[in-house]
């Protein structure tokens, strides 16, 4: 029998952190990843000399841990970009972080009086279901707000009513962020104890947020881990209280799988599909019940380039209107200029919410592009006669979707798994949970003192108060 070796599955942040984490303490992990670039969701892709991300990733932490992890493994290739970020609603483009005097302007003086009203009348006056995302909203924000601000993109964000969604989303996200705290940050202009939705400057690698990774990938494999990108885990057989072997292959075909055995078993595979890979399957009806309640929303991205010089000053925007599906704007040049091959060129990331499979999933590259060149000319960002070429990605798992029921599924699988002796389950996807790239990080380097023997982490719990929160 071949050697058993310490396996992670997965090259997104949690399981590039784990190996580097691992690789320092002298282990050899060996490490597989599905695509063919690692840092998931915040690879960078090349195409043709002009960078993309899968949508944008803003460097920021308040964890130390995190923000030397950076600093050793970038040095001084980070940039200081200062945010900028808009809303557009009505054919009117509102700042974010919103700005009184803009917000006054676009909505005029009797749309904010009926907006500062309706936030007087929930706040104080009128009970709401807070358990909901539309009732959390509504009761921080008034009702008019929470009908401007936030229900069309939270709906096109997740497919369905804001009132079919937990209301721990917003709790996670905007957390801190209210009516109240937004007229005090638009007037004061003090930031110093603002939510982390308002921050306005973050860190970002010169040529995306890729080169961190790939970074992170080349110092743990000179330490002595084996990172193969291009496969993907498609079993995981165990014996009931021990995970034995992976079986890694082609994620495009069944031919050269490999049965790897292991002493130790990391994961940042998506819950659901991490229950339907073990072999054999959990004998608990209730696991492979839980296992089905639990989904993801995917992104797609439509992404550009167009012969213009400038087209906005914003590294991104939000699309709040409803009479377009499209959710948000990436502009790559004003997140680095190095992201552009030609500084009279611009490139961008439209951002779609989908559903695997549906009929915006199956929709081929080229109607997906002319839809999307479509709709950016039908609120004014662009037009088509700038088109020189473009291309789609598309990610199935990226988003968590807190249906009211999410926790009781993820308790039942918790559960189950924790019957494994030799296996960690971590990141956005492993965990379930809506956090950031920092955040993820940071599991993969607490599931590997785990292994260790430095320290006793709940991964499920670890910083339940989510160090920062980001828009």
Not at 206 to 218: I, M, S, V
Not at 319 to 346: C, F
Not at 440 to 454: E, K
Request: net charge positive; proline share 4%; hydrophobic share 40%.
């Amino acid at each position: 029998m071949s050697e058993k070796r310490i396996a992670i599955a997965g090259g997104g942040p949690s399981g590039l952190a784990c190996a580097y984490t691992l690789a320092r303490q002298g282990k050899e992990p060996f490490l597989v990843e599905k695509e063919d670039q690692v840092g998931g969701l915040c690879r960078t892709i090349n195409f043709h000399g002009y960078l993309f991300d899968i949508g944008g990733h803003r460097f920021f932490s308040k964890n130390a841990e995190i923000l030397e992890l950076w600093r050793h493994v970038m040095g001084n290739d980070m940039l200081h970009v200062e945010r900028k970020s808009k809303i557009y609603y009505r054919k009117r483009f509102f700042n974010y972080p919103l700005s009184f005097f803009n917000v006054f302007k676009n909505l005029g003086l009797w749309e904010s009086f009926r907006c500062v009203l309706s936030f007087i009348l929930n706040k104080y006056f009128r009970k709401r279901d807070e358990s909901t995302l539309e009732g959390w909203i509504t009761k921080q924000f008034g009702e008019r707000l929470f009908w401007i601000f936030f229900k069309s993109y939270s709906e096109k964000l997740w497919g369905k009513s804001c009132e079919n969604i937990s209301s721990d989303w917003a709790e996670q996200r905007i957390r801190g962020l209210s009516l109240r705290v937004a007229i005090r940050d638009m007037l004061s202009g003090n930031r110093k104890n603002a939510p982390t939705t308002l921050v306005r400057q973050f860190l970002y690698p010169r040529t995306g947020p890729g080169e961190f990774y790939e970074r992170l990938k080349k110092n743990s494999a000179e330490r002595g881990a084996t990172i193969t990108t291009g496969r993907r885990v498609v079993r995981i057989r165990h014996d009931g209280a021990r995970i034995v072997s992976v079986v890694a292959g082609d994620p495009r075909s069944r031919s050269g799988e490999e049965d790897i055995p292991v002493e130790y078993l990391f994961s940042s595979l998506p819950l659901p599909d991490l229950i339907k890979m073990l072999d054999p399957l959990p004998s608990s009806k209730d696991v492979l019940v839980a296992a089905r309640g639990l989904r993801f929303r995917s992104i797609l991205i439509v992404n550009i380039i167009l012969d213009r010089k400038d087209l906005f000053p914003d590294q991104w925007i939000y699309v709040h209107s409803p009479e377009v599906k499209l959710g948000r704007i990436q502009n790559y040049k004003n997140w680095s200029p190095a992201m552009t091959l030609d500084p009279n060129k611009t490139s961008l990331g439209l951002e779609y919410f989908c559903d695997e499979g549906d009929w915006f999933w199956r929709m081929n590259d080229v109607d997906l592009i002319n839809f999307a060149i479509n709709e950016a000319e039908k609120i004014g960002i662009t037009s088509r006669r700038h088109l020189i070429d473009g291309f789609v990605v598309r990610n199935a798992y990226a988003y968590p979707v807190y249906n009211l029921d999410y926790k009781k599924h993820v308790a039942v699988i918790r559960e189950y798994l924790s019957g494994f002796s030799n296996f960690q389950t971590m990141g956005r996807s492993g965990l379930f949970q809506y956090d950031n790239s920092d955040h993820a990080l940071y599991q993969g380097i607490c599931a590997a003192r785990n292994f260790l023997g430095h320290a006793k982490c709940d991964l499920w719990n670890l910083d339940s108060n989510r160090m920062y929160l980001e828009s």
